[in-house]
């Protein structure tokens, strides 16, 4: 079993900045893709942004230019930076990413509980 565990959120004025952790461990062989969801009150969960292992990176464009995706290998971490925030970016972000506990499992899909970023004045 892997857990993934976020952290970081909170409240902040329309133009701040937070910066978002999610930790995975448990049976972890080698994690693949890692990414940030996030779902609005009264909307889908939707994609933010994207990390491969090597480091290619992909964003939705609604948070192209503002939102940065980083992931520490040694850690087993990924870090979503969010500056110039807006009130459209209230939402619950969730953690997601594929975990091959060992070589010869394909990797299994495991999502964090979510934390909540409130962006208000």
């Known amino acids: 079993q892997v857990q993934l565990v976020e952290s970081g959120g909170g409240l902040v004025q329309p133009g701040g900045s937070l910066r978002l952790s999610c930790a995975a461990s448990g049976s972890i062989f080698v994690i693949n893709t890692m990414a940030w969801y996030r779902q609005a009150p009264g909307k889908q969960r939707e994609s933010v942004a994207g990390?491969?292992?090597?480091?290619?990176?992909n964003y939705a464009d609604s948070v192209k230019g503002r939102f940065t995706i980083s992931r520490d290998n040694a850690k087993n971490t990924v870090y979503l930076q969010m500056n110039s925030l807006k009130p459209e970016d209230t939402a619950v972000y969730y953690c997601?990413?594929?975990?091959?506990?060992?070589?010869?499992?394909?990797?299994?899909?495991?999502w964090g509980k979510g934390t909540l970023v409130t962006v208000s004045s």
């Open positions: 997601n990413t594929g975990v091959k506990s060992n070589p010869w499992r394909d990797p299994v899909d495991y």
């Open positions: 990390i491969t292992r090597g480091g290619s990176t």
